[in-house]
């Protein structure tokens, strides 16, 4: 087969590699100029002339990512790039901390140590929690969906009727970290991400970081890889249309070449897929119903602040933050990789990089960046008197929006045309994995659908809860 694949991000460069080690002609082309999408890196230069690598920000690798490290194996067998992240504390207005170090890996041991840890929670406050919504966490199965989707986040979180602080202090950080608004995420999406990351996952909340660039550490390589299998790699190439009435399928680029294809892979965001199929209303009318729900949430913002002084020598590499306005993490970069310790080695400051998540659309520029500031100036009174020597500020809005009841009408990774495959983070996937690890699977699907045989294995974690023939 000769495939092409649209998008280099993970579920693009999956399906590529799978299908290159299968024998297959591949050819990925990627609209920016560096291959990773949203998990990229590009280089840019510090006012000094040092050339540094930017990222959209700090990503955790968990450990039930099964098929990212699989993907990530292909190029370092030890996975050497992946440094464990001690604990993952979450910061409080006047100081509180939850912290998820050392939790045990079973429910209901996990769930018992974590309130018993949680200040916030009293004993006075248990017979208040509603216990039915609580246990439907340890329910997840497929009738989740039907039960929940209908609802948000908010609906459901209230109903748990946890004391305010508990709630904030532990669910807050993981709904956010989904980059939905609470009160527009699917109940179902989050009990589904509560199942996957913390209660069914034999291998606890924790997670491990890149010590490198992810281009460096991931993408570059992994470009090498394929390209060693006979791949053709184009990265500043938009695919501008389709013609899929054609056998071989026409494939229109931003260059003003066509290529010709008997399979694709769309690897795309929602934006690149939604400007894609406007463009190509036969694509448009093969997703058909899924298009409605192919919307993106709201913006994200990063903030990657080198300072003239360092933050305290015991500040976590990353910890989440609630009640600090629109901050939801600080990253302290010089802890995480390699290239920023280097830089802090010779100018003795330090590098932070501010995350918020979902931040309100009418929020402007110089509003968000007072108010990460003003988080980090809260969380680490040290950093009040540093000094900025350079930032960098993003602000993308190319996330999938997951609203209240948009399950159904969500797409997999088959379409009615044989030859089409969809993969990326959005796709409805036939067991629990999110973010990066439901891109990476997704595109292994892909590529396993076209080849006709399961070539790729999808190792995943238990698809139920253990309460699920409870159907709470
Ligand atoms: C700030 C931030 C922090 C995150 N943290 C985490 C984390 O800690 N853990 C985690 O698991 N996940 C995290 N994620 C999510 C993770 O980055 C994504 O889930 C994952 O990278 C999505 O991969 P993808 O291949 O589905 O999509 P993308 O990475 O978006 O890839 C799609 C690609 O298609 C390209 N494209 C679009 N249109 C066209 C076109 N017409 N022609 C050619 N190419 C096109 C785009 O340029 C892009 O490269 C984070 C994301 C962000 C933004």
Same mark, same amino acid.
């Given at each position: ?7 280099g991000?993970l579920?693009?460069l ?20 560096f291959w990773g999408g949203?998990a990229g890196a $590009? ?7 040092? !050339? ?92 989740? $969906? ?34 939905? !608004? ?31 660039p992810f281009s460096t550490g991931l993408f570059e390589p992994l470009a ?23 056998? !071989? ?56 602040? $080198? ?35 280097? $830089? ?85 996937? !036939? ?42």
């Amino acid at each position: 087969m000769r495939v092409f694949v649209a998008g280099g991000g993970l579920a693009g460069l999956s399906a590529a590699t799978v299908l290159a080690e299968a024998g297959h002609e591949v050819i990925v082309a990627e609209r920016e100029e560096f291959w990773g999408g949203r998990a990229g890196a $590009w280089t840019e230069t510090l006012p000094d002339g040092t !050339p540094f690598q930017m990222e959209r920000g700090f990503h955790a690798f968990f450990r039930q990512y099964h098929c990212l490290r699989a993907l990530m194996r292909r190029v370092d067998p030890d996975l050497r790039v992946l440094q464990p992240a001690e604990d993952y504390p979450v910061l409080g207005p006047e100081g509180a901390v939850q912290t998820f170090r050392d939790l045990p890996t079973s429910t209901p041991a996990n769930i018992a140590t974590l309130a018993w840890r949680t200040p916030t929670i009293g004993l006075f406050d248990l017979p208040r929690v509603r216990l039915k919504p609580t246990l439907a966490m340890m329910a997840y199965g497929d009738h989740t $969906w039907a039960k929940w989707d209908g609802l948000s986040a908010t609906d459901y979180l209230d109903a748990l009727r946890f004391p305010a602080e508990a709630r904030r202090m532990l669910f807050e950080v993981f709904s956010h970290s989904f980059f939905n !608004p609470e009160d527009d995420f699917s109940a179902a999406e989050l009990l589904m991400q509560f199942h996957f990351y913390f209660l069914a996952n034999p291998e606890g909340l924790v997670f491990d970081t890149m010590r490198e660039p992810f281009s460096t550490g991931l993408f570059e390589p992994l470009a090498g890889y394929l390209r060693e299998r006979g791949a053709s790699l184009r990265t500043g190439t938009s695919v501008e249309r389709l013609n899929l009435g054609r056998d !071989p399928i026409a494939i229109t680029l931003s260059d003003g070449t066509v290529e010709r294809a008997d399979a694709l892979v769309l690897g795309l965001s929602v934006p690149g897929l939604r400007g894609l199929a406007q463009a190509s209303p036969p694509l448009g009318a093969l997703l058909g119903d899924a298009m409605g729900s192919l919307q993106t949430t709201w913006p994200f913002a990063v903030h990657r602040l $080198w300072l003239d002084r360092p933050v305290r020598a015991d500040r976590a590499p990353f910890a989440g933050t609630v009640g600090l306005g629109i901050l939801d993490n600080i990253s302290v970069y010089e802890k995480l990789e390699t290239e920023s310790a280097a $830089w802090t080695r010779a100018h003795g400051g330090s590098v932070v990089e501010l995350h918020a998540y979902a931040v309100p659309p009418t929020m402007d520029e110089a509003a968000m960046k007072a108010e990460m500031l003003q988080g980090l100036h809260t969380a680490y009174p040290e950093t009040r008197g540093a000094k900025v020597l350079h930032d960098v500020f993003l602000l993308r809005e190319d996330c999938p929006a997951f609203r209240p009841g948009s399950y159904a009408a969500r797409p997999g990774v088959a379409t009615a045309d044989p030859r089409v495959k969809l993969a990326g983070d959005y796709v409805k996937m !036939p067991f629990p994995c999110a973010l990066m690890e439901r891109a990476t699977a997704s595109g292994f699907t892909a590529a396993n659908q076209l080849l006709g045989e399961a070539r790729e294995p999808l190792p995943h974690g238990p698809p139920r809860g253990p309460l699920a023939r409870f159907r709470l």
